[in-house]
């Protein structure tokens, strides 16, 4: 039995190796302490798929998405400045991540600065693996017969119109999924987007996070699936605020998938 | 025939003509006051989003029952307006319903056709009435509303529901004129809707109904001619302008944000990297973002003057749903609102731009601003492709990289960023970390 193994491009370009597909992990992914748990299980699919893959490792940056949605262009541009410098020093091709705005500023706004790759969301990625017949799921896994409700991140739903492939992704575990009201092009946001994830919200009524997650309740669902950290943040704490985190919990795509994996 | 008429409807005809044109030269040139901004790439692509979403009302059907209300009053106003052509001809020619002997039966058909798109768009507006006023719809009755944006609907309503009232008693009067052998009136086949208005006048001399029905002839025609003047000092423009401002969608993936080649040079230059061809370099580097609507693109400020203020876009936004201030839709009509205000201010000889004043804060606050989560709801609402969050970002800019204005926190992720290359406070040395613990797992 080995080990799973996390190559870095660094590592791979020593040994004249070229990735097919670099992870981008993200700063939730790298730092949070939740998320860093979706990161472990993407990499676990990744590697017991065989997936070519590599990581930045510590030469990854921010994306810059937090700071160009506060208004700071300049940082924005530092950062992608030198994350583009770094991936097409390695020559990269493709990327996959886990989180949506990554995906979405290194697929839409990376090109203007000079880095053009394929960028595809794990989710993405992981029905193409699924349909590919490179992911076996059991179906008879913990989450078999269950009904899980999908909520729509806004950067991979409106801002790239990818609405199918977490669905599909969730339907291939055999379980029941149940619509919120407001789905698809009309989804509630979390609340985090747009840099509100880095301050407080303006006075109002109540927080973002809330409306939605009782939503999501309402759909009687025992679990909420989501493909963004920041949503995983907003979701998981909405359901603290709700007393409701015994019952129903927040999990990323990545691992119902690895959970079903049994790894 | 007196000819006085005729020289009558001419000469209302050119006054009319005269103010339309100037309204519209006033718009154009509001309008223009944004940047230059050229978008024709794809026009494929654009002349398909303005059939669909336009021409087509696409979007409009994301509601069911507000779309198929305003479909009769659109269907109504695009088909009635061939009777109007008739109308204008009749004016100046001094003829009456000039088409029907050229058309013979198809004529009443026609007719007959207006008739049911008339009293469609009669009930319509009766049913929008009620729904602003009586059912009060919680969009129409939000704070940005209050006053003359109210009253404007209102107006708008009001003046189509008597025009189309106007109709109906112009062929009811003219139809018992005509079966009561006056030749100067032409007996048509059965008129459905207008018959019912007929008993209503019966009993009326000859006098009294040429009266009515000439009144409400003329009553019509102009009211259409003051109506298309009204349009343009109102939030009814989208019935013109909603078909340019499709043209002009963004194509682009929603979530991209427009780059700043100006800052591009300026960070290629701090990160040692070669400036390409120097002939990309603006001439002259103006404001960073959006302080006032000469900041923003003229497409920004078109989708201002074409907004009609339905507020789809503030019912689908997460701030104002949770009761945050911000609303897109107060967004779109403060941009309107000073666009005409700096116009009419240049229009007098004023100061124009420089009357000390600015779209952001005379009209929109940062509160507002901060609020938006970028989630593009209030984009994918749009009925016809306004874009409030390209403002917004704009705007953001602006108080990020003019003013150094961001609220503290965003100051301290800005911070995060700059000494450790993460949102939050974290060495960078730790980022690999996280494979520390699965690199020693095995593989099941």
Not at chain 2, 34 to 58: F, S, V
Not at chain 2, 117 to 126: G, K, P, R, T, Y
Not at chain 2, 293 to 319: F, K
Request: aromatic share 10%.
């Amino acid at each position: 039995m080995s080990t799973y193994t996390v190559p870095t491009m660094a590592e791979m370009a020593a040994n004249a190796q070229l990735p097919e597909v670099l992870f981008w992990v993200g700063c939730a992914g790298s730092f949070d302490e939740r998320y860093k748990a979706v990161t472990q299980a993407f990499v676990k699919i990744l590697n017991k798929v065989g997936v070519s893959f590599a990581v930045l490792g510590p030469e990854e940056a921010c994306s810059g998405d937090p700071a160009r949605r506060a208004g700071n262009e300049f940082l924005f541009q530092m950062q992608a400045g030198a994350n583009i410098q770094v991936m097409n020093g390695y020559k990269v091709k493709k990327v996959v991540t886990a989180c949506p705005h990554c995906f979405n500023t290194i697929k839409n706004e990376y090109p203007a600065l000079g880095g053009n790759y394929e960028v595809v969301h794990h989710s993405e990625f992981l029905q193409q693996l699924i349909n590919e017949g490179k992911v076996r799921l059991q179906g008879g896994g913990e989450f078999k017969g269950k009904k899980i409700t999908f909520h729509d991140s806004c950067y991979l739903g409106r801002a790239n119109e990818v609405y199918e492939a977490p669905r599909e992704v969730i339907k291939a575990l055999d379980v029941e999924l149940v619509e919120m009201k407001r789905c698809r092009t009309k989804g509630l946001c979390c609340g985090a987007g747009g840099a509100q994830m880095f301050k407080e919200p303006e006075a109002g009524q109540k927080d973002i996070n809330i409306e939605r997650t009782e939503e999501a309740l309402a759909t009687g669902a025992q679990a909420i699936a989501v493909g963004c950290p920041f949503c995983l943040t907003m979701m998981t704490d909405g359901v603290k605020n709700k007393n409701k985190e015994a019952e129903v919990k927040v999990y990323d795509l990545a691992e119902m998938i690895a959970k079903d994996m049994g790894i | 025939m007196s000819i006085l008429p005729q020289l009558a409807f001419v000469l209302i005809l050119g006054v009319a003509g005269f103010f339309l044109s100037k309204r519209i030269q006033f718009l154009r040139r509001n309008i223009l006051l944004g940047k230059a901004e050229t978008r024709n790439d794809q026009p494929k692509n654009r002349w398909k989003a303005m059939l669909l979403i336009a021409l087509g009302q696409q979007k409009m059907f994301k509601r069911l029952v507000p779309a198929f209300l305003h479909l009769l009053i659109y269907v109504g106003f695009l088909v009635i307006n061939l009777e109007v052509l008739e109308f204008v001809l009749d004016g100046i020619l001094g003829t009456h319903r000039l088409f029907a002997p050229f058309l013979g039966g198809v004529y009443t058909v026609a007719i007959n056709v207006f008739e049911f798109l008339a009293v469609a768009v009669l009930v319509s507006c009766v049913a929008f009435l009620v729904r602003r006023n009586v059912m009060r719809v919680e969009r129409f009755t939000k704070l940005e509303l209050k006053g003359w944006p109210a009253m404007d609907a209102n107006v708008i309503l009001v003046i189509e529901i008597i025009l189309m009232f106007a109709i109906l008693t112009m062929n009811a009067t003219d139809q018992i004129l005509a079966s009561r052998g006056d030749t100067r009136y032409l007996a048509l086949d059965p008129l459905f809707f207008s018959s019912f208005f007929q008993p209503l006048f019966e009993g009326f001399s000859r006098g009294a109904l040429v009266a009515i029905e000439r009144f409400t002839w003329w009553f019509h025609i102009v009211g259409i001619l003051v109506f298309s003047v009204y349009v343009t000092y109102s939030k009814h423009l989208h019935i013109f302008l909603a078909f340019p401002n499709t043209w002009y969608s963004n194509l682009k993936p929603k979530g991209e944000m427009e780059n700043m080649p100006v800052v591009t040079n300026e960070v290629n230059i701090m990160l040692g990297i070669p400036i390409e061809s120097p002939s990309n370099a603006p001439v002259e580097i103006g404001r960073f973002g959006a302080k006032d609507i000469n900041d923003l693109n003229w497409i920004n400020v078109l989708n201002a003057y074409s907004c009609t203020e339905c507020g789809r876009c503030t019912s689908e936004c997460p701030a104002n749903l949770t009761g945050k201030k911000l609303s897109p839709r107060k967004i779109m009509m403060d941009v309107r609102d000073r666009a005409e205000e700096v116009g009419k201010s240049i229009d007098v000889g004023g100061l124009g731009l420089a009357d000390g004043k600015s779209l952001l804060g005379d009209y929109i606050t940062k509160e507002e601003i901060n609020a938006c989560t970028s989630c593009n709801a209030c984009v994918e609402a749009c009925p016809i492709n306004i874009d409030p969050l390209s403002i917004i970002l704009q705007m953001r800019r602006y108080v990020a990289m003019e003013e150094s204005g961001t609220p503290a926190q965003w100051n301290a992720m800005f911070q995060n960023m700059e000494t450790s290359f993460s949102p939050w406070k974290f060495s960078p040395s730790d980022r690999f970390n996280w494979a520390d613990q699965v690199k020693e797992e095995e593989m099941k």
